[in-house]
């Protein structure tokens, strides 16, 4: 699972501090040192580490924070807050051009770094949003691509225009926005060639594209799972044909976190979408709130909400109630209970675990046990509340949780483990009011 053993590392970190009253600068310079480690194994830039460290020492170092009431608490906060800078802040948003009746994208990438799938999961997400996208097929080297734009077009119900492989891609991009003013699309995506390795003909090619069409934003897809690599080729393609934003394709896999967390500052441009799967549905947005929240370990509560949203249809006051709920930190178990059962009908069953607070921790178990055992446990617990202590887990003392261990069946100690780690993740998001989406922006521009 994505960022795993970072964020066991940073949790191991904030155990610490938080275990101590006070701080000497000693203390915060050990845990910055440990923290400066993790971000280095989990292949974070060199350079973006270290002037990490360094802006999260220089607020962290001082009379203000080591004297204060809850100093590891505050350390931890400022980690957070650095963590989300890193990352860009703000969400950023494809933005239609304004006054123009067609926007152009141009997505360009390696082979192999999800691309082609990246484009047809942004048409469904477009579509999704009103507009009537057109996707282009501009490979004319692999007619694979260009067959496996029709099917994942076809997929995702959004018309595909392409010419073969006998035309040259600025004739076919050119050729395809007239089609798309006469089709009255409003979006149109071009899926350009990839190559195995960074190479002048398919940056020339790009460039020549750029230079010819009139091209609006330029995305470019890598892989989150080659770290370093992926920054690396994102500065590259900057450099040469600059790129206006980022897709990082296949964070559901086992990745460590480095290109998530260094892309924007070595390259400037921010992340807009992460893929989080093979299925066309599996792109997220971007918000660089949530994903510091996702990689130090408090959970994503926000994403998972949306993904429901996305999924199934919820009800709409409940879900927002839900989500100011989150806001204060009086996120209770019929929270979790109803996040559990929208679970049931998304599948993605780990990467939606993922998000829940608390769960990180416990994935590796989960994955490699049959899930829906535990969670039914967790269901039981819950289930085995009266109304009054879903709503308040404060009521719960002894004899109401040994009633509960009896009611779901399992043992005391597994009551004790599931309500504590509950209770922490509730004290997570109280302590840390910005961090809950603060910043969203909702829908497409234009
Ligand atoms: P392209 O050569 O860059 O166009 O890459 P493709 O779109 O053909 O994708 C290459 C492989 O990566 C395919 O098997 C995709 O299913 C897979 N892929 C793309 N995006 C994701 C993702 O977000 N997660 C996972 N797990 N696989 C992905």
């Known amino acids: 699972m994505a960022f795993e053993s970072l964020t066991d590392k940073l949790q191991n970190v904030f155990k610490n501090l938080r275990s101590k009253g006070k701080l000497t600068e000693e203390d915060v310079k050990t ?50 807050e650095e963590m989300i800078t890193l990352m860009g802040s703000e969400t950023t948003e494809i933005k239609m051009q304004p006054g123009k009746s067609i926007t152009t994208i141009m997505m360009c990438g390696l082979q192999g770094a999800g691309k082609t799938t990246t484009t047809a999961k942004l048409a469904g997400k477009l579509k999704q949003r009103g507009k009537k996208p057109l996707l282009v097929a501009c490979d004319v080297y692999r007619p694979a691509a260009i067959r496996q734009l029709q099917v994942n077009g076809e997929k995702q119900q959004v018309d595909v225009f392409s010419m073969g492989d006998n035309q040259s891609p600025v004739d076919i991009a050119k050729a395809a926005i007239e089609h798309a003013k006469k089709n009255s699309h409003n979006v149109v995506i071009l899926d350009t060639a990839g190559r195995l390795h960074i190479d002048e003909d398919m940056m020339t090619e790009l460039q020549n594209i750029k230079e010819q069409v009139d091209v609006h934003q330029t995305l470019l897809v890598v892989d989150a799972m080659t770290g370093q690599d992926a920054v690396t080729v994102a500065k590259e393609f900057d450099d040469k ?86 806001k204060k930190g009086k996120f209770d178990f019929n929270d979790y209970l109803e996040s559990m059962k929208q679970m ?53 003392n002894l004899s109401r949780k040994s009633r509960i261990a009896r009611g779901a069946g399992v043992d005391m100690a597994v009551v004790n483990r599931f309500v504590k780690q509950f209770e922490q993740s509730q004290k997570m998001m109280k302590q840390m009011p910005g961090m809950m989406g603060g910043k969203r922006r909702g829908g497409f521009g234009g």
């Open 31 to 80: 845990a910055l040192k440990e923290v400066k480690l993790a971000l280095l194994e989990a292949d974070v830039n060199f350079k973006v580490v270290k002037q990490f460290i360094k802006a999260v020492e220089a607020r962290a170092i001082g009379s203000d924070v080591m004297n204060g009431l809850n100093p590891g608490q505050m350390v931890i906060k400022i980690v957070n």
């Open 344 to 396: 049931r009908n998304m599948g993605g069953l780990t990467s939606i675990l993922s998000m829940l607070p608390g769960m990180g921790k416990q994935l590796g178990n989960i994955e490699s046990m049959i899930d829906e055992k535990q969670l039914a446990k967790t269901e039981a617990i819950i289930l085995s509340m009266t109304p009054d202590e879903r709503k308040n887990p404060k009521l719960l």
């Open 241 to 326: 044909i600059v790129i206006d934003g980022v897709v990082l394709s296949k964070m559901d896999g086992d990745t460590r976190g480095g290109a998530a967390l260094s892309v924007k500052a070595v390259t400037g441009k921010p992340i807009l979408y992460v893929g989080m799967g093979e299925k066309l549905s599996d792109l997220e947005q971007f918000y660089p709130e949530r994903m510091a929240s996702r990689i130090l370990g408090m959970g994503d509560v926000l994403s998972l909400i949306e993904k429901a949203q996305e999924n199934i249809s919820i009800d709409e006051d409940k879900e927002k109630e839900m989500a100011a709920r989150l």
